[in-house]
């Protein structure tokens, strides 16, 4: 009887523990912007330090590649050099404030001279899908 008990709170602890929802205060992820009238709009951060936009605007397809840094809550990013069409000038790194309230995030300008990229992001409230 006392060795049933030991197993069975063993086992609800590991189911517990293994059942613990990711890390929500992570920016690295895919998040989907939250307005849906006439787009999509999806921004992954990899683990890589990479990160894609992608852009589904009445059927046409817009693609962004880029790096990415996390220093004392700022979101430093930048184009890459290797895609064919950048948003922004190479040379502009663009630096955000953000705020994760559950699966939720939120963009505020620091410093960006890019303003494609800065209405965007600060725009938009976006939901994390993974």
Not at 11 to 30: E, I, M, N, R, Y
């Amino acid at each position: 009887m006392r060795y049933t008990l030991i197993l069975t709170i063993i086992s609800a602890s590991l189911l517990l523990f293994s059942c613990q929802p990711k890390d929500q205060t992570s920016v690295k992820g895919t998040w989907r912007s939250l307005w849906d009238k006439d787009m999509d709009l999806q921004l992954h951060l990899g683990e890589n330090n990479q990160f894609k936009v992608v852009l589904n605007r009445t059927g046409q397809v817009h693609t962004n590649l880029g790096w990415y840094d996390v220093e004392d809550g700022i979101l430093m990013i930048k184009d890459s050099i290797d895609y064919p069409l950048p948003v922004c000038n190479l040379a502009d790194t663009g630096k955000y404030k953000f705020q994760i309230t559950k699966d939720t995030i939120q963009f505020t300008v620091v410093d960006d001279r890019c303003e494609r990229r800065s209405y965007a992001l600060q725009l938009e409230r976006f939901v994390r899908v993974n």
